[in-house]
C-alpha cells in the first residue's frame, strides 16, 4: 500500500513538475502596448493563438509563438520582444507596455 501511494504521490509530482515548466515566453507579449504615434494594442492568448487587436481600429490579427517570438501570416508580420527594454516591436514600430 505504500508503494502505490509513492508511486503515485511521484506520478503527480512529475504531471507538476512538467506543466509548470512547459514553455511559457510568450505570455510577455500578453498585455496593451502603446508606440509612441499613439497606437494601441492588446494582446490576448486563446490556447496556441495569440491575437493582436488594435484598440482604435477595428483591425485584428491572430500569431503563433516560435522561436522566441508572434509569428504572423500574410501582412501581419513578426512581433519580436525587446528583452533590453521589454518593449515589442510590430510593422515598424515600438510598443512600451501600459498595463
Do not use: P
Not at 503527480?12 to 515566453?25: A, K, P
Not at 497606437?39 to 492568448?45: L, Y
Not at 509563438?65 to 516591436?89: R, V
Amino acid at each position: 500500500m505504500k508503494n502505490i501511494i509513492l508511486i503515485l504521490t511521484i506520478i503527480v509530482l512529475g504531471v507538476f513538475l512538467i506543466t509548470s515548466c512547459s514553455d511559457s515566453s510568450g505570455e510577455k507579449f500578453i498585455g496593451k502596448w502603446k508606440s509612441e504615434q499613439g497606437f494601441r494594442i492588446d494582446i490576448t492568448r486563446d490556447g496556441e493563438v495569440y491575437i493582436l487587436k488594435f484598440l482604435d481600429f477595428s483591425e485584428r490579427y491572430t500569431f503563433t509563438f516560435s522561436d522566441g517570438m508572434l509569428k504572423g501570416s500574410g501582412i501581419a508580420g513578426d512581433i519580436t520582444y525587446g528583452k533590453e527594454n521589454n518593449h515589442i516591436y510590430f510593422a515598424g514600430k515600438e510598443y512600451e507596455k501600459t498595463n
